[in-house]
Each structure stands twice: as C-alpha cells, then as structure tokens.
C-alpha cells in the first residue's frame, strides 16, 4: 500500500510547479537584458562669447564631430557626451569655468582651453581634481612645463596637441633671418601669456641669430588706436614688424602701419591667422607672414577627408575649419581612444594618455614626460587679400 501525502500537503507542490515557468522566464528574461551605457562627458573649455567667439565655436564643434565618427565604446557599454563651457577667454572666467567642470562627476577630461592665459589659470584646478586636460591651441611652454616643478600641486594632467611657443617663436626668427634676410625688427605683443611669450621668444632667437630688436612694446589688449606705438616702432626703420597676439589687434596694427607708410615686412603667430583678418586689416594683410604649427589644415593632404565631412556636417555656418579645428577633433579621438583602453583595461585614464601611440591626420602622436608633442613641424603661411586665402610660403 503506498503512502500518500495528504491533499493538504499536496498542494504547495501544484502550485510550485504551476509557477516555476513563469519564474524560470523571469529569470531568464533578467539575464538577458543589456546594461543600460555608462555616461560620461567631455567638456569643451572656449570661448563661446567674446571677441574669440569664432574660434572657440569651431573647436567645439570639431570635438563633436570627433565624438559622432568615433566607435562606440562596449566594454562596458558607455555613451559620451559633449558639453561646451563658455570662458570668454578671460583668464578669471577660466578659473570658474574650470570650477564648474570639476563639479561635474560625469566628466572625465576636458578639450581646452583656447588661449593659453585661460589654460594656464585652469590648469591648476583640473590637477587638483586628477582630470586630464588636452588643448588644441595654448601654445605658451609654461603650461606643461610647470608641472614638472616643486609647487605643482597634483598629477600632470596637461597634454598639448600643437607645438609650443618656444618652437613657433624660433622658427619666425630663423625664417626672417634666413629667408627674408632681415636685419631688425620691431617687435609688438598684446602683453597676454600667448602674445608676449611668443613675441619673447621671437626677440632672443632673432638676436641670437645675429639680428636687432629695435623696439619691443606691449600694446593694450581690445585696444583700437596703436598709432603711438608704430610711430616710435617706425622711428627705427625696422625691416620687420612682428606681433605677438591674436588677430583682433593684429588686423587694426597692420593696418595702421600700412596707413602711416609702413612698408617692412608684417609677420604675426597662428593666433592671428583667422579669416577675420582680411575683413579687420584689409588690403593691408596682403603679403603678411603667420606661422602654425605643423601644416595648415587647409593644406595638409591627410585631412582632405575631415576638411569635406566638416564643411558638409556644418554647411552654412563659416563651415571651413579654422587653424585649431583639426587638432581639437585629433584632440578628442585620442580621448576616446585612452577611455576606451582605461576602462576596458581598467588602468587610470591619465596612464592611458601618456602611453598613448595615435595615428592622426598631423601623424604619429606621442607625448613626452611634460605632456607636449613631439612633433615640431612648422609652417610660414602668406596672407593674399584677393583671395582671402593663407598659401604656404616657400
């Protein structure tokens, strides 16, 4: 006679067994559902107000370009965001803007800032934090070599896309020296860390190469009247006139040296050169020399390619890339690229950054222990008024 349980206890067992299905698919259904991305953010430090508004609304629209072209990153799966932060390119907004960035848990480095005066201030703010910070366009060689001494206080977060000042300056001296065959200059600078130190560094190389500096004066930056400055410059007879600065007081001192009969050789750095200039200095610009670092976006063959998906991305917004654009876009792939090895490696995104081997549109890119490139490429380009063009001067 078999033993069973009574109806009582036998029904917990129906029951179970009615439900498990349902649990089992439960369960099932959990383990397949996909993990929602990580979110991040770049933040994009620039002017988005102010007389360099331009510029800095190229840079960020090249750092979401970058974003958009880049691959996915899956392990784990994680979406990026790009922010803009707005610091007017003033040194004091900068320290705010930097505030703000540092405040925001999502982001994970920065692109910026434009001017090396405003990434000098907010520099020290990302090292505190530990949160890296590539800039497409602040040339001056304080930035990274400051964090190789006793009072920087954090890990070296600062990474440099372009050639430094110390680099562009010397090139301009040995150019005029060399291939201009002049003798003396007259040097201006708008008395910012970018305008002065590149105008510095243009002075000691040019009389180290047997050259004079007959004047060397800081002019007032977002001033209009330079004419007492070029009258005392032009008592000298130099054969050059450099400046040191961006191409807002760059338009106004080459056109009024032309107006006070002015005729040496006009030769100014990468932040002058903008299309802006033709339109400030007018016929005046013809014939003027600005040095870059590396070659032009415009003619460098390797970036036939971004200059056209760019031009089409934002058609019908001064879409040709300006002389930072291409190094902000290089600037963000290489973000993407070390998050996409820190996190799937799980090492510290700086690591990742300073060990970083990337092949971009400007060439192999390697840091060096200060954060600077290595590359030291540069070119002297040749503003022509009719076609409102910079050409490569040979």
Not at 21 to 38: D, T
Not at 71 to 78: A, D, L, M, R, V
Not at 238 to 249: A, K, S, V
Request: proline residues 7%.
């Amino acid at each position: 006679m078999t033993n069973r349980p009574p109806a009582s206890r036998r029904a917990p067992r129906r029951l179970l067994g009615s439900a498990w299905p349902a649990v089992a698919l439960a369960l099932l259904l959990g383990a397949c559902e996909v993990e929602p991305p990580r979110m991040v953010r770049i933040a994009v430090a620039v002017p988005l107000s102010g007389p360099l508004a331009a510029d800095g609304r190229g840079i960020l629209r090249a750092v979401e370009m970058a974003v958009a072209d880049s691959k996915p990153i899956e392990s784990p799966p994680t979406r990026i965001e790009v922010r803009g932060f707005d610091d007017m390119s003033l040194p004091e907004e900068a320290a705010k803007t930097a505030e703000q960035i540092v405040a925001d848990k999502e982001v994970v480095a920065v692109v910026g800032h434009l001017t090396s005066g405003c990434a000098l201030t907010a520099s020290r703010v990302y090292a505190k934090a530990g949160i890296p910070m590539i800039t497409p366009s602040a040339t001056n060689p304080e930035l990274t070599l400051q964090q190789t001494k006793s009072d920087w206080s954090g890990p070296r977060v600062v990474f440099r896309l372009p050639p430094s000042d110390e680099i562009q300056g010397a090139f301009a001296a040995e150019y005029a020296f060399d291939r201009l065959n002049i003798r003396s200059f007259s040097v201006l600078h708008d008395k910012t860390p970018y305008g002065q130190g590149l105008a510095e560094e243009f002075r000691k190389k040019f009389v180290e190469r047997g050259g004079k500096v007959v004047s060397f004066e800081g002019v007032l930056k977002g001033g209009s009247d330079f004419h007492a400055v070029l009258e005392w410059a032009s008592r000298f007879k130099p054969g050059g006139l450099f400046f040191g600065g961006d191409y807002n007081e760059g338009g106004l001192i080459f056109r009024q040296a032309r107006a006070m009969q002015m005729t040496c050789s006009l030769m100014a750095g990468d932040g002058s050169k903008a299309p802006e200039i033709f339109q400030i200095a007018g016929p005046a610009v013809d014939g003027a020399l600005f040095v870059v670092g590396g070659v032009p976006v415009e003619h460098l063959p390797s970036a036939i390619d971004f200059t056209e998906r760019y031009k089409e991305r934002y058609k019908g917004q001064s879409s040709e890339p300006r002389t930072f654009d291409h190094y902000a876009y290089e600037s963000t792939r290489i973000l993407v690229e070390s998050l996409r090895t820190s996190l799937d490696r799980r090492i510290p995104l700086l690591d990742a950054l300073h060990d970083i081997r990337y092949e971009s549109m400007m060439g192999t890119i390697i840091f060096d222990h200060k954060g600077d490139t290595t590359k030291r490429l540069m070119t002297m380009t040749r503003a022509s008024y009719d076609e409102k063009k910079f050409k490569p001067a040979y």
